[in-house]
C-alpha cells in the first residue's frame, strides 16, 4: 500500500504487482532466484540476514505511453531498468525517485531494479552505523502513464487570516513535449476553486503558484486531527488531463521565545525516537505493524515522534496525520565527526537526501519541525559550517516549519544559535553517573550562552537500556529491566520538571538491530534502549513511561 488514499484519478496509476524475482549477484546471495514480495527488505528471507550486495528485482508490467515508475524506497542503491535499458539511478533508502520512459509501445513490458547495500568509497551517508542499512525494495513502486505534460508535485502552505484560513499553493509541472504546453490548472480544496491560465514551454519544468481562501474551517491539531483533501488538476482545452490529490490540515506552527505554537496554543511535547524496523520485516513493516507503533506510542502517553535519522515512509506520515501524532522528520546522517563529514560528497548527498524529503513530505501537517545532522561535528567551523548550510537549505524549501538539530552530549557547541529549534541528547545515568538535573543544567547552559537563549528547547534523545527478559531483583545491573525502570524514571521526571523544556523524546520506542561492527557495545547485536523490544514486547518500563507521561 502506498499511501492511505488514492493520490490521482485522472491519472493512470497502479502499484506493481507484489511477487517479484529476486536474484542476488554477489558473495554470501541466494543460489538461486527467489520470489519474494515488495516491498520488503532481503534480510527478511533466511538466507539473506547478512547479505550485503547487490539483488537485482524483476517484474513484468503492462504499460504504454509516457511511463512514469516512481519508487518510494530502494536500499541503498539504486538502478532501474525497462526492457534493459537503465532509466534512472538513486542513491539514499528512504526517498522516493521516478523512472521516466517516453514514447513505450503499448504491451508487456519488463521492469528490473537493481539495489545495492554494500558499503563503498563513493557513499557518505551510508556506513556501518547504530542502526541497521537494510537491502532491498523496501517502500512500493507505482507505475504511471502520464501524458507529455504532468504534475511532478503540489505543494499547500495554509495560513491563518482574520477571516479564517488561505492556502499558498505552488504546483511543479513538466513538459516533456516539443512544443508550449498552454493550459489551465485549477486547485479544489474545501469546495472552493483557484484556476490560472498556464505556459510551460516545451523540455521544462515551471512552478506555478495559486492562493486561495478557504473561510472557516476546522484546523488540525493532535486532540482533533482533521484533514482536507487537495485537488491539483491541469486541463487541456478544458479536458482534464492530469491530477495530483493530497491531504493537509490547517495549522501554523510559530516560534515565540521559550515556546513553540501550534496554532497559537504552546506544545508541550512527549515522545518517542523511533526507527524504521521490526524484528520480522527491518526497515519494511506493513501498515498494520506501523499502525499498531502508533496506537502503542499513544498509549503510552506520547504526541509526538521522531524518525531518526531519516525520512519515513510516507504510509507512515500519513497515519500520523490521521492520529494527530506529532513528527520531527529529520535527513538521513548520524553520529559523523568532521573527518566523515568531510567526505568529498557528503555535502551533495545530505543536500539531496535533505531537498527530497521536504519536497516529498511538505503537505504532512503532523510534521512540525525539519531536522538534521544528529550528533555531527556542531564543535568545529567545518562542521558547524555544514549544519548552517543545511539549515538555511530547509528554510528555502519550507518556510513554514521550524529547524533543529539533535546535538551532541559533549561541550563546544557553535549552532545553538542557528536553529530555531535547540535539540540536545543527553544520557546521564546511563553513559555516565552525572545526577540528570546537573547533566541537563550543563548542557542548557552551554546551549544558552552560546545563542540558544530564549528558544525552544527539546531533549531530543535520553534513555537507558534493558534486554528484554533480563531481570536483576536487586534493580542494580546495568542492561536489566529494573534498572532501565530506575533510570527512566529519574530522566523523565528531571526533564518534563524543568521549567526551560518543552520537550522530551524518549530514546527509543523499540529495540534495532545495529550492524555488526557495532555489537561489542551492543549486546544481541541489538541497541537495546527501546521500552518494547523489537516485536514489541513490552518491557516493564512500559508502565513507568505511560504513568509519568500520562501524569
Ligand atoms: C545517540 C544517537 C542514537 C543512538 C543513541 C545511543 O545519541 O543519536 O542514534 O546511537 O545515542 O543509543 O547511544
Redesign the pocket.
Known sequence: MERLFDTHIIRKSRECAPVWTLTTLDEGGLTGPEKVIVPSVWESHPALRKYRGRGVYEQKITAGGNVRIWLDGVSFRAKVYLDGALLAEHYGAYTGFEALEQSLPEGEHTLRVEADNRYDADSALHIP???YAYGGINRPVIVEEVGNVYITWLHVTPRKTAGGWTVDAQVSLRNLGDQPFHGTLRLSLTGKEATEEIEIQSHETSLFELSMDCGKVTPWSPENPKLYQVTAKLLENGEAIDDIIDRIGFREIRVEGKKLLLNGQPLLLKGF?RHEEYGSFGLSAPVEAMMQDIHLMRDLGANCVRT??YPNDPLFLDLCDETGLLVWEESHV??FTEDKMRHPRFMEQLRQCTIEMAEQHYNHPAIFVWGSL??CADDTEYGAACYREIFSLLRKLDQSRPVTA?L??RPGGKVYGDMDVVSI?I?PQ??HNTPVQDGLNRKLLEAAQGGGENKPVIVS?I?A?AIYGYHDPFGEAKWSEERQCAILKAQITAVLSHPDVMGIFL??FADVRVAEEWAMGRPRTY?N?GVVDEYRRPKMAYQIVKALFNK
Do not use: I
Open positions: 552505523n547504530d542502526y525516537n531518526c535519522h548520524r553520529g544528529n550528533e539533535a551532541l552530549e541528547n544520557y546511563w553513559y534523545e534513555g537500556g530514546w527509543q541497541n534502549k
